[in-house]
């Protein structure tokens, strides 16, 4: 009974419905799919089943058919030998093989109706699930679609708000304030050195000059200049 109540549940579900329900369509659709696949197994295993019991109940109902025709014949040749006892005899012996042929009948009958309803719900099924297995790919197409937009119209929602573009403007502020200090320490330090250098330069070029001065003043005046212990050196 469970294999039939929930192959009438997968036969009355909208596939659609079932994914619309789901956390995830992608695994829903998979899921749906191996749902009604394993469940066309079983049917169809129980169909065979219920095609087995109905050649069986036809088997004995027809037999029992040949049993009452045989019986019938054994009281018509008794009748014809007029022994009207012996055709009495074999005619309760007809009476009770038509019991059993109303009664094997009456089985038969209802076991072919119980099979063909089980073969029309394994038909529906098998549509049902080719109908799925033709859809999967598109639902799934949709579903990974619709998620990307999703997430695409999330991020530049993200980006659109003022605290976004405020941070990201003060980010930009804050680079351009770096940027100036790294100059400007750069033009200090370069503005140090060439004073220095230029001091030091000066310092060489009048010691030049106060050297030339003594050594004219020495030969104006007919001796030699005396030369410092730096300028021996």
């Known amino acids: 009974m469970g294999v039939f109540r929930r192959l009438s549940d997968l036969l009355k579900s909208n596939v659609n419905d079932l994914i619309d329900r789901a956390e995830d369509p992608e695994k829903m659709v998979k899921q749906v799919i191996i749902d009604m696949q394993t469940e066309l197994t079983k049917a169809t295993q129980n169909y065979g089943k219920a095609k087995a019991s109905e050649r069986l109940a036809e088997k004995k109902y027809l037999e029992a058919q040949k049993i009452s025709e045989s019986w019938e014949n054994k009281a018509k040749a008794a009748l014809t030998k007029g022994d009207q006892e012996l055709a009495k005899q074999a005619l309760a012996k007809k009476v009770k093989a038509d019991e059993d042929v109303s009664n094997y009948k009456e089985m038969y009958e209802s076991i072919s109706d119980q099979t063909e309803a089980i073969g029309n719900q394994v038909e529906v099924l098998k549509a049902k699930l080719e109908e799925a297995k033709s859809r999967q ?3 799934i197409a949709r579903s990974q679609m619709a998620d990307t937009k999703k997430n695409l ?9 003022n605290s976004s573009f405020e941070t990201f403007k003060r980010m930009e502020e804050k680079v351009e304030r770096k940027e100036a200090e790294a100059e400007a320490f750069t033009e200090i330090a370069g503005t140090d050195g060439d004073e ?3 001091s030091f330069e000066q310092l060489e070029e009048d010691a030049k000059v106060d050297a030339e001065l003594a050594r004219l003043m020495a030969e104006m005046s007919g001796s ?4 410092s212990a730096d300028e021996a050196e």
Do not use: N, R, V
Not at 224 to 227: D, Q
């Open 224 to 227: 030699a200049p005396e030369i």
């Open 153 to 161: 119209a999330q991020t530049a929602g993200g980006f659109s708000g």
């Open 137 to 139: 790919a598109m639902l």
């Open 196 to 198: 220095l250098k230029d």
